[in-house]
């Protein structure tokens, strides 16, 4: 009960996932009453995070020392500058997320890829304390494995569906960060599915019970190391305990929701359902999928009219012939479709705002 141990949603959430914080500022990483463990980022939270006043000269050295390469070299240096700010601050590994524009492009993926790795190497971050998210579509889904005999590790990004999820365990990515909500909902609350029980009754719970279930048996029967799944696009508290009843590995939250569960005094009995505490591996004697969530193996409230029910098949081989399968998968989804457009779009205005604040700059240093 909460009221006997004292303890908030936050710390609660923190003993059943690893919570990560989805946020560049080292002031914010600072205030948690623990270590997160990762700091996720996104074009817009880098874009953020140049155009603060502390920030400044930072800025402004970056480009002085990177203009001649170019405006994308210099956001690289900088993505990467405010990341080795707030890596004390963090348990684990900073992450960041190649161009938008190279999303069906695996050549320019695995090239962005390597930029920021080298840059992480000039500020002393080994190749253990960062990952690079890269966006489940097939052609950027085929970087993994280049990027993973580089010792590079990669986050697939931008994920809405069970396809693009098995697509991320064949790419060998160390993560996989599936949106609970699709980017428009932040803004237009039509959009967001606020129940009292998001685990049961949100609309994306069931595609995300699915991957957690089919990794489970992808390690079980194969042995091989899986993903884990690191979920993303919180609106409430109550989603984020959500992902922890459902058994996700890590969570990365804003900081807003992050700060409403740290207000958030846990009393069990009020929980609809509840997590339980982490183990040591992510699929090492993992149990089932919790009893009362067992029937979301079976529907998918996303689905497009005519669903025949069945799941996606982890015997198709989705990144043969630059991921065409996975491609064809995402055709046919049009919930996963438009997600990704839209979230990929959303990353696209980020990166431009910074690449004319890059610019303009230019003009004056």
Not at 88 to 114: C, M, W
Not at 118 to 134: A, L, M, T
Not at 139 to 145: D, L, Y
Not at 328 to 335: Q, T
Request: proline share 6%; hydrophobic share 40%; with cysteine.
């Amino acid at each position: 009960m909460g009221s006997v141990e004292g303890i908030s949603w936050l710390e609660k959430l923190e003993e059943q996932m690893n919570v990560d914080v989805d946020s560049m500022d080292p002031k914010f990483a600072k205030s948690l009453p623990f270590k997160p463990h990762n700091q996720t980022s996104n074009q817009l939270l880098v874009n953020e995070q140049m155009s603060v006043p502390e920030n400044k000269e930072m800025f402004l050295q970056a480009v002085k020392e990177y203009k001649d390469q170019g405006w994308s070299a210099v956001l690289d240096r900088i993505s990467v500058l405010i990341c080795a700010k707030n890596i004390e601050n963090i348990q684990g590994r900073v992450l960041l997320q190649t161009s938008p524009f190279h999303a069906y492009d695996t050549d320019k993926v695995v090239e962005h890829a390597r930029n920021y790795a080298r840059e992480f190497e000039k500020v002393g971050i080994s190749k253990d304390r960062f990952c690079i998210k890269i966006p489940a579509t097939g052609p950027a889904m085929n970087a993994g494995p280049i990027l993973l005999k580089e010792g590079i590790r990669t986050l697939g990004t931008s994920l809405f569906s069970l396809s693009q999820a098995i697509a991320a365990s064949q790419a060998g990515c160390l993560y996989i960060s599936p949106y609970y909500n699709e980017v428009r909902a932040h803004a237009e609350a039509k959009l967001w599915p606020n129940v009292e029980d998001p685990a049961l009754d949100h609309t994306m719970s069931a595609r995300m019970v699915q991957m957690l279930d089919t990794y489970r048996r992808l390690y079980k029967e194969t042995g091989k190391e899986q993903p884990m799944v690191k979920s993303a696009s919180f609106i409430s508290p109550k989603e984020a305990m959500a992902a922890g009843e459902m058994g996700c590995h890590h969570a990365t939250i804003s900081a807003d929701v992050l700060s409403q569960l740290a207000a958030l005094s846990y009393d069990g009995s009020k929980q609809p359902g509840e997590g339980v505490p982490k183990s040591a591996h992510p699929y090492k004697n993992a149990g089932p999928i919790p009893a009362r969530l067992q029937k979301l193996l079976t529907v998918d409230p996303l689905a497009p009219a005519g669903w025949d029910g069945k799941l996606a098949s982890t015997d198709i081989d989705y990144l043969a012939n630059n991921g065409a399968e996975l491609e064809k998968s995402i055709e046919a989804d049009p919930a996963t479709k438009t997600r990704l457009f839209e979230a990929l779009e959303l990353f696209k205005g980020g990166e431009l705002r910074s690449k004319a604040a890059i610019e303009e700059a230019m003009k004056v240093v």
